[in-house]
Nanobody, 123 residues
Framework: QVQLVESGGGLVQAGGSLRLSCAAS????????MGWFRQAPGKEREFVAA????????YYADSVKGRFTISRDNAKNTVYLQMNSLKPEDTAVYYC????????????????WGQGTQVTVSS
């Protein structure tokens, strides 16, 4: 089991930027695809971005494409989510997740989750 700890959330004005970090420990996280998900109040958790184990492939939800960038540093066992041009609708708790292997297709393929970090974007 991989342990994940997110950091970097906070309050920012619309148009601003934040960088989330996710430190992984245990398991074989460096060989697993990693992802970021978010859950806004009253809404279901949704996919934000994912990155392959090598970092060579990245995937984004349409709502964040062009504004968010996911990256990873396997030497540091850390995954990042750079969020630019933030909008009030980006307000949510952001969760880091590790897939069970290099493969993922849906949220159910992610077996380890962090505790979440709050991102609040004011208008």
């Amino acid at each position: 089991q991989v342990q994940l700890v997110e950091s970097g959330g906070g309050l920012v004005q619309a148009g601003g930027s934040l960088r989330l970090s996710c430190a992984a420990s245990g398991g074989n996280s460096k060989y697993a695809s990693m992802g970021w998900f978010r859950q806004a109040p009253g809404k279901e958790r949704e996919f934000v971005a994912a990155i392959s184990w090598s970092g060579g492939s990245t995937y984004y939800a349409d709502s964040v494409k062009g504004r968010f960038t996911i990256s990873r540093d396997n030497a540091k066992n850390t995954v990042y989510l750079q969020m630019n041009s933030l909008k009030p609708e980006d307000t949510a708790v952001y969760y880091c997740a590790a897939a069970r292997s290099w493969y993922f297709a849906t949220e159910t393929d992610f077996g380890s989750w962090g505790q979440g970090t709050q991102v609040t974007v004011s208008s």
